[in-house]
């Protein structure tokens, strides 16, 4: 886990299966132990980056959807109006 793409300041270009499977791999570097304190708070100060990260995209996710939705719904609100509008004409 010491190669350039797990690096701390590379997290923030990364999609989220990205970002979740890297922090799948340092969960399991950090229980399988084995590490100098070090090493295993270098990982740990990954792992909370990632786990940010992963936060982040999901809220925005999140945050797309409503809006999707929001806007789907004033859609079909407007199209409900029209036709009760014509109608009665």
Do not use: H, W
């Amino acid at each position: 886990m010491s190669n350039a793409k797990n690096k701390p300041g590379n997290n923030d270009e990364l999609s989220f299966e990205q970002a979740y499977s890297r922090l799948e791999e340092t969960v399991n570097a950090l229980e399988e132990g084995g590490l100098s304190l070090a090493e295993a708070t270098r990982l740990f100060e990954d792992g909370m980056r990632l786990a940010r990260l992963c936060g982040e995209l999901l809220s925005s996710a999140e945050m797309k959807i409503t809006r999707l939705q929001t806007a789907f719904g004033e859609q079909m609100r407007l199209l409900t109006e029209e036709k009760e509008e014509s109608a009665e004409d």
